[in-house]
T-cell receptor
């Protein structure tokens, strides 16, 4: 069975600082990986996804993520965070192309301080 | 901007009541989903549908039921609500073979 671990429950960073949110997955074959963001009182929005090819993927809002098969990781990064990035971030894994039955991690809450 | 709507956004009801959470999307997506979300926990898939008259149970067992009579509509029903049903319920839809889910804003249910 597939699973996702987000080891950081809550992260606080200063505005303008760099950000890295960790995600580790467990899946026997090639995973399909996603990062979603949830602002307070809102639904989830897709930031980026990895299916195959280049292991560094670019997303919306200046985010990127790198797939590292050897580490079973798909960490999310942003070089300079903005106050509007404060939200909950969820990593998710899918089992095969076109199967949108995703398994989500528990999320990482990001707080931005001035 | 995704066009998927959930009502009500917030609902507080007493034990034993029947409730229906509505979910509608105007994007013509065949696939629709219901996830349950509790604070500090992962989202759990409780129901999904691959099209009209298709419904399946998800990975997390749920006492709720769903129906899919029309493409755009995927309501979730609890026949007799209990405090253990208190949670946030998220509806989503997806385009075939993209892996991208479009989520509604959620329905937060509190059962007293």
């Amino acid at each position: 069975a597939q699973s996702v671990t987000q080891p950081d429950i809550h992260i606080t960073v200063s505005e303008g600082a760099s950000l890295e949110l960790r995600c580790n997955y467990s899946y026997g074959a090639t995973p399909y990986l996603f990062w979603y963001v949830q602002s307070p009182g809102q639904g989830l929005q897709l930031l980026l996804k990895y299916f195959s090819g280049d292991t560094l993927v670019q997303g919306i809002k200046g985010f990127e993520a790198e797939f590292k098969r050897s580490q079973s990781s798909f960490n999310l990064r942003k070089p300079s965070v903005h106050w509007s990035d404060a939200a909950e971030y969820f990593c998710a894994v899918g089992s095969n192309f076109g199967n949108e039955k995703l398994t989500f991690g528990t999320g990482t809450r990001l707080t931005i301080i001035p | 901007e995704a066009d998927i709507y959930q009502t009500p956004r917030y609902l507080v009801i007493g034990t034993g009541k029947k409730i229906t959470l509505e979910c509608s999307q105007t994007m013509g997506h065949d696939k629709m989903y219901w996830y349950q979300q509790d604070p500090g926990m992962e989202l759990h898939l409780i129901h999904y549908s691959y099209g009209v008259n298709s419904t399946e149970k998800g990975d997390l067992s749920s006492e709720s039921t769903v129906s899919r009579i029309r493409t755009e509509h995927f309501p979730l029903t609890l026949e007799s609500a209990r405090p253990s049903h208190t949670s946030q319920y998220l509806c989503a839809s997806s385009v075939q073979n993209t892996g991208e889910l479009f989520f509604g804003e959620g329905s937060r249910l509190t059962v007293l």
